[in-house]
């Protein structure tokens, strides 16, 4: 199955099932553009399936299916096995934040009568592709009563959309001239929100205008932006992409389609000798940092919990369990894209349509960073898939000292588990809109259910 296109072995009623799996995926990525959206919704599709609150539990045995959310931003869903957990987890590990911008604590004001919201950009993006698109508003104010007020502004078809504006060619001759890096500065990702002045107002009159609205609407007033969370992200759903209807196109999937196919193989999946798990994490796009990222004891506490539930704890069971855990870090590939060949070394590059992508690293230039994965742990991984028909394929990302990247797989491999990177091909990746195709998620969406049942 290694490096064939996976659309040869889909007939009319294996393509039926890839249809409607990515119609599952099309309307999660459509409603999760933001972290707590993706946690609000994987909560759940996991209670939709039995599965309880972690706290609610008094003890655990095998068979039981429990989950844990951290912050409203991670959630980690266990199937518990009939080994014990010293004998490690089969975990599928994917990040649920993407590039985006957000709004600093002081964002409002005006000028020149139009009143903007000033930002500062999340993550790697190309900024030139983010001015004269439909953006939408989403995240939450918390006001001093400790009150959430939930914000979600441009995806209803009722709703107005706002955005970044661009000069027109006939007065950009000068800034043509700067390097694509600089032709869009971070400061000018500034969000036109209104124009319309408050009558008998006369200093900021629009601006009063939108405080007003926002008071009327949701109850908060201009000193709230302090301790909010609000993300500006492209608006509208995800599609299909193509006139053939192969690919979607949407915001986000670096790396909710790996987040999405990790929990719904979770889901999907019985009891196992081993527990097995799906966790999604935060700021995996600005280095797993945070008490929500990957790099928090977050995770290493709930399997903790997990242990005293079924058993006398001890810390070196803890260890133990880590150790003897296997995981897929359940991140995107780069595809080659055609139309720009030079950036790629094709025998070790990831092509739309061959399914799941392994890399045995990532990082960049002399593999600065990465988790380069154990061979004994490939091998155990391309027989699972061979075994099970899985279309599968290995990559690099990009040419050597052309750039790179990472993920969470070194974060979890310091424990001293075997992790490699396994995920699906995207084009445009971190741009406001993505492409991925149908049969790499649906093949992924098997590969990882291969491997938790094979672990």
């Known amino acids: 199955m290694y490096q064939e296109y996976a659309w040869k072995k889909y007939k009319e009623a294996s393509l039926d099932k890839l249809t409607e799996f990515n119609e599952g995926y099309k309307n999660f990525i459509t409603k999760c553009k933001t972290e707590r959206l993706c946690v609000k919704e994987s909560v759940?599709?996991?209670e939709k399936a039995g599965f309880k609150n972690l706290d609610s539990m008094k003890e655990l045995k095998p068979g039981?299916?429990?989950?844990?959310?951290?912050?409203?931003?991670?959630?980690?869903?266990?199937?518990?096995?009939?080994?014990?957990?010293?004998?490690?987890?089969?975990?599928?590990?994917?990040?649920?934040?993407?590039?985006?911008?957000?709004?600093?604590?002081?964002?409002?004001?005006?000028?020149?009568?139009?009143?903007?919201?000033?930002t500062h950009y999340y993550g790697g993006i190309i900024k030139y592709q983010w001015v004269?698109?439909?953006?939408?508003?989403y995240g939450v104010v918390v006001k001093k009563d400790g009150t959430s007020v939930s914000i979600a502004i441009g995806d209803d078809p009722k709703d107005p959309v706002v955005g970044i504006t661009d000069l027109l060619p006939h007065l950009a001759a000068e800034k043509m001239q700067k390097t694509a890096a600089k032709v869009i500065?971070?400061?000018?990702?500034?969000?036109?929100?209104?124009?319309?002045?408050?009558?008998?107002?006369?200093?900021?009159?629009?601006?009063?205008?939108?405080?007003?609205?926002?008071?009327?609407?949701?109850?908060?007033?201009?000193?709230?932006?302090?301790?909010?969370?609000?993300?500006?992200?492209?608006?509208?759903?995800?599609?299909?992409?193509?006139?053939?209807?192969?690919?979607?196109?949407?915001?986000g999937h670096d790396d909710r389609v790996c987040a999405y196919t990790s929990l719904m193989?979770?889901?999907?999946?019985?009891?196992?000798?081993?527990?097995?798990?799906?966790?999604?994490?935060?700021?995996?796009?600005?280095?797993?940092?945070?008490?929500?990222?990957?790099?928090?004891?977050?995770?290493?506490?709930?399997?903790?919990?997990?242990i005293n539930l079924r058993e006398p704890y001890s810390d070196l069971k803890l260890r133990k369990s880590l150790t003897n855990s296997v995981m897929l870090s359940s991140d995107v590939s780069a595809a080659v894209d055609p139309l720009y060949p030079s950036v790629n070394e094709r025998r070790n590059s990831a092509f739309l349509g061959k399914g799941i992508?392994?890399?045995?690293?990532?990082?960049?230039?002399?593999?600065?960073?990465?988790?380069?994965?154990?061979?004994?742990?490939?091998?155990?991984?391309?027989?699972?898939?061979?075994?099970?028909?899985?279309?599968?394929?290995?990559?690099e990302l990009g040419k050597v000292d052309q750039g790179g990247g990472?993920?969470?797989?070194?974060?979890?491999?310091?424990?001293?588990?075997?992790?490699?990177?396994?995920?699906?091909?995207?084009?445009?990746?971190?741009?406001?809109?993505?492409?991925?195709?149908?049969?790499?998620?649906?093949?992924?969406y098997l590969a990882y259910k291969t491997f938790l049942q094979n672990a």
């Open 64 to 118: 039981d299916r429990v989950y844990a959310v951290n912050k409203n931003k991670n959630i980690a869903a266990f199937v518990i096995g009939d080994e014990p957990l010293t004998n490690g987890v089969a975990i599928l590990g994917a990040h649920i934040d993407s590039p985006r911008i957000d709004l600093k604590q002081n964002p409002l004001y005006e000028n020149d009568t139009l009143v903007y919201l000033d």
């Open 265 to 306: 193989a979770l889901l999907d999946t019985p009891k196992c000798k081993k527990t097995t798990c799906a966790v999604l994490v935060d700021k995996e796009e600005i280095g797993s940092v945070g008490a929500t990222g990957a790099s928090s004891v977050w995770f290493e506490n709930t399997l903790a919990e997990l």
């Open 132 to 137: 004269t698109i439909p953006l939408a508003l």
């Open 357 to 395: 992508c392994f890399n045995k690293y990532t990082g960049s230039r002399g593999k600065s960073g990465c988790n380069d994965a154990q061979p004994e742990f490939i091998a155990k991984l391309r027989a699972m898939m061979d075994e099970n028909e899985i279309h599968y394929q290995t990559s």
């Open 185 to 251: 500065e971070g400061e000018g990702l500034d969000i036109l929100i209104g124009s319309m002045p408050l009558e008998g107002e006369e200093k900021d009159p629009s601006k009063q205008a939108i405080l007003k609205l926002l008071n009327e609407k949701y109850g908060i007033t201009e000193e709230d932006f302090v301790s909010a969370e609000i993300e500006i992200v492209p608006a509208g759903a995800a599609r299909d992409f193509g006139l053939d209807r192969s690919m979607v196109a949407g915001y």
């Open 406 to 444: 990472g993920t969470i797989a070194y974060i979890l491999a310091k424990y001293n588990m075997n992790v490699i990177d396994a995920g699906v091909p995207v084009l445009s990746m971190h741009a406001p809109m993505e492409i991925v195709s149908k049969v790499d998620v649906y093949e992924a």
């Open 44 to 46: 759940e599709l996991c």
